[in-house]
């Protein structure tokens, strides 16, 4: 019997390929509230770019060492680095209420 073992990279590469899986799979880190997961996924997604890391670091115009500092598990990069990386990678960031959430009095 032939098998062929496959990584965690291959599967994220493969589904990385579907935009919509992609934000899904943002969506849902966002929402468990985990900055450092965050910046992991983050640093996958950098991974699967067109040049990798250093292909997206170009592009920003930005240093990769800079860019690996930031995406790292213990990063801590400015909201405008989020949004460029964002950017850059084809996705942003949308504010919605949460469920039942009752923080601001409506008017």
Known sequence: MNSTLYTLDDYAKEWMQNPDEVAAYLNEVLEDGDESLLLVALRRIAKNYNGGIVGLS???????????????PEGNPTIKTLFKVLDQLGYGIQVVPKPNSSQIEQV
């Open 58 to 72: 170009n592009d920003l115009d930005m240093n990769r060492s800079s860019l690996n500092n930031a995406l790292a």
